[in-house]
């Protein structure tokens, strides 16, 4: 199975961006499909963007619909989440995950756990 690391967080202000990414090692890379996660203080870990094996489809959780931007580069075994117009409810731990099956990543939790997750990167957005 492939192993992740994430990087790009760190602290920003409300309305500016940042970009994240998640290098993937190990296996290949383009026959999982994978997600970005998020955990913020006392809250369970939500979904926040998904995509294809391919990159064809893509999902984002309500909220940051219209602010952030999943994308994958299978050439360097590497996806990205662009956020775009932070605010402070953003601020959580950010975590990707992989899996075979894009709709596990795409209904978490409900679709069942995962076993493929990187050690998250944190995200504060000051007001």
């Known amino acids: 199975q492939v192993q992740l690391v994430e990087s790009g967080g760190g602290l920003v202000q409300a309305g500016d961006s940042l970009s994240l990414s998640c290098a993937a090692s190990?296996?290949?890379?383009?026959?999982?499909?994978m997600g970005w996660f998020r955990q913020a203080p006392g809250k369970e870990r939500e979904m926040v963007a998904v995509i294809s094996w391919a990159g064809g489809s893509t999902y984002l959780t309500d909220s940051v619909k219209g602010r952030f931007t999943i994308s994958r580069d299978n050439a360097k075994n590497t996806v990205y989440l662009q956020m775009n117009r932070l605010s402070p409810e953003d601020t959580a731990v950010y975590y990707c995950?992989?899996?075979?099956?894009?709709?596990?990543?795409?209904?978490?939790?409900?679709?069942?756990?995962?076993?493929?997750w990187g050690q998250g990167t944190l995200v504060t957005v000051s007001s």
């Open positions: 190990g296996d290949t890379f383009s026959s999982y499909a």
């Open positions: 995950a992989a899996d075979r099956h894009v709709v596990r990543l795409r209904d978490y939790p409900s679709a069942g756990g995962l076993d493929i």
